[in-house]
């Protein structure tokens, strides 16, 4: 069994997607809890740290949300680099990239309390 990163307190991952949920941006918090460099983020699906723990279920209602317009919350199991996992706290918001007015995505992640955490495992568990 893999071993769990648990986010600081004050650590606050922030990445950035287009459409098709490319990186374009990561702030430093996410490389480092995520375990990569800036460089091998950009360009690669967002879907490189998604953890097979988590049912595709939960994402197919993040992006049914997103591509209305409307901001997705909830809580991801992630995996590292070297293969541990971590929970965060997610907030997906619709944006436009810049002055371009490209569509894309921000996403914006806490550490979430253990309280939470077993939440979203019980409920992840009904799920497929």
């Known amino acids: 069994m893999s071993r769990e990163y648990i986010l600081g307190e004050t650590d606050f991952l922030v990445s950035q997607t287009d459409t ?14 995520a375990g990569y460099t800036l460089d091998e983020l950009i ?6 740290v998604r953890h097979p723990d988590m049912p595709r279920a939960a994402f197919g209602d993040l992006w049914e949300t997103v591509n209305k317009g409307e901001v997705w919350n909830g809580y991801v199991k992630n995996r ?4 541990r996992y971590y929970w965060v706290y997610a907030m ?25 955490i077993e939440a979203a495992t019980q409920l992840y568990r009904t799920m497929k």
């Open 92 to 116: 997906v918001y619709p944006m436009n990239n810049g002055n371009r007015g490209e569509p894309g995505y921000i996403s914006c992640r806490r550490k979430p309390s253990a309280a939470e």
């Open 43 to 48: 360009g690669k699906p967002h879907s490189i």
């Open 20 to 33: 098709q949920g490319k990186i374009l941006f990561a702030n430093e918090d996410f490389c480092k809890v």
């Open 80 to 83: 590292t680099k070297d293969g």
